[in-house]
């Protein structure tokens, strides 16, 4: 059983910064892509930002230049470093794991909320 658990949301001022974190547990295919997806009110889910394996990547463009994505496969870890924050940026953020190989499983976390105000 695969079970992503996310942290690091929460309030922040426009200009500010937040990281998220999401860790993995559980069996999960060592060629996978992990990432980031947020959906705000009355919008549908977006990709954010995604890294794979072997360290290719791809970012929404709005977030290009501000947001960075990163992670540690020995600890099925993936993080979210998100600068100069916006309160378009304000959503539900969710972590998604895909594998590329194997059973070729998603899986998502349960989101964190994101809310950038002043």
């Known amino acids: 059983q695969v079970q992503l658990v996310e942290s690091g949301g929460g309030l922040v001022q426009p200009g500010g910064s937040l990281r998220l974190s999401c860790t993995a547990s559980g069996s999960i295919f060592s060629l996978n892509v992990m990432g980031w997806y947020r959906q705000a009110p009355g919008k549908e889910r977006e990709l954010v930002a995604a890294r794979s394996t072997v360290g290719s990547l791809n970012y929404q463009d709005s977030v290009k230049g501000r947001f960075t994505i990163s992670r540690d496969n020995a600890k099925n870890t993936v993080y979210l470093q998100m600068n100069s924050l916006k309160p378009e940026d304000t959503a539900v953020y969710y972590c998604?794991?895909?594998?590329?190989?194997?059973?070729?499983?998603?899986?998502w976390g349960e989101g964190t909320l994101v809310t950038v105000s002043s």
């Open positions: 998604n794991v895909r594998e590329l190989a194997g059973r070729r499983m998603e899986y």
